[in-house]
């Protein structure tokens, strides 16, 4: 089975993990060749890492490489009411760590090791497409709470990507996209 890691924000970390967010589309990388379903980056049965923000602040244990870590977190939490976790890493992982400046704040999820990763998801679908053919209940699947929002779901998403993507792929220029659906397995 293929594992690859996939960046989420914290706010969708939470949504996968509660369940209201079970798609998410991802641009196709190379646009001037032809796309076909076979080439795409996560195949069905892969199983994705969700990787969101952490911050390690310090040693957990005395041997076997294991930290203390607290996720999800775009400032330095206070440290009364924080409920950190004991990870250990692998080798590989305790020694790049150990060699970040800036081991002990808040990191982007981008730099997050597969050791740390709470949330594990599986792709059962993959579609590609242009992304405004986006349906209104895909856009619904792809995190929105109808509770919160009177807008419909499409109008919803179109803000969403362009707050995330308008520098490199906008709504408006409508690029191909990976339309991925998926499942948690483990968390």
């Known amino acids: 089975m293929k594992e690859k890691p996939i960046l989420m924000r914290t706010e969708n970390y939470k949504k ?6 079970t798609q998410t589309r991802r641009i196709c990388r190379n646009p001037d060749k032809p796309i076909r379903l076979i080439d ?8 994705l890492w969700v990787k969101e923000p952490f911050w390690i602040n310090g040693l957990w244990g005395l041997a076997n490489n294991g930290v203390k870590v607290c996720y999800g977190y775009d400032n330095p939490p206070k440290q009364n ?6 990870v250990r890493l692998t ?19 981008m730099f ?3 050791s740390l990763a709470r949330l594990w998801l599986e792709v059962t ?45 906008s709504w408006e220029s409508n690029p191909w996209v990976w339309a991925y659906t998926f499942k948690r397995v483990r968390q």
């Open 112 to 114: 997050m090791f597969k």
């Open 81 to 86: 009411g924080i409920v950190w976790e004991g």
């Open 125 to 169: 679908d993959v579609r590609i497409e242009r992304l405004q053919e986006i349906s209104e209940a895909d856009a619904q699947a792809e995190g929105l709470d109808i509770t919160k929002y009177a807008t419909p779901p499409r109008t919803w998403f179109r803000e969403l990507w362009d707050s995330i993507n308008k520098d490199r792929a």
């Open 40 to 47: 795409a980056p996560c195949p069905v049965g892969t199983h």
């Open 16 to 21: 996968c993990a509660d369940g209201t967010k």
């Open 91 to 109: 080798d590989e992982e305790y020694k790049k760590w150990w060699k970040w400046k800036n081991r002990y704040k808040i990191h982007s999820g």
